[in-house]
């Protein structure tokens, strides 16, 4: 599976921004698809995860009420609709795919990553 995710751009504090991460190759609705995200000196991090049929979701507790995860099969794309960002949001975003469970993603788990889209939030 190959991944392309877009997006990112820079935004004020409290604005939204949809990433989208198309897939192509081997069979996009096998996959468990998530997002992570990695800030300047730190860690790359969960974010949020989708199923393969787009029924269960999981959030990072810092994103809950606040992203959106969600997927077109038919399309081979997996969204993150961010709102009501703040700077500590700031960070290049990746979509990565795996067979593992949603509810188990990891960095270490994670079988395909695509390149990253920087979110930069202003305050």
């Known amino acids: 599976v190959q991944l392309q995710a877009s997006g990112g751009g820079l935004v004020q504090a409290g604005d939204s921004l949809r990433l989208s991460c198309v897939a192509s190759?081997?069979?996009?609705?096998?996959?468990?698809m998530g997002w992570f995200r990695q800030a300047p000196g730190k860690e790359r991090e969960f974010v949020a995860s989708i199923s393969w049929s787009g029924t269960v979701t999981y959030y990072a507790d810092s994103v809950k009420g606040r992203f959106t995860i969600s997927r077109d099969n038919a399309k081979n794309t997996v969204y993150l609709q961010m709102n009501s960002l703040k700077p500590e949001d700031t960070a290049v975003y990746y979509c990565a795919a795996a067979r593992q469970g949603p509810g188990d993603f990891n960095y270490y788990g994670m079988e395909f990553w695509g390149k990253g889209t920087q979110v930069t939030v202003s305050s």
């Open positions: 190759g081997r069979t996009f609705s096998m996959y468990n």
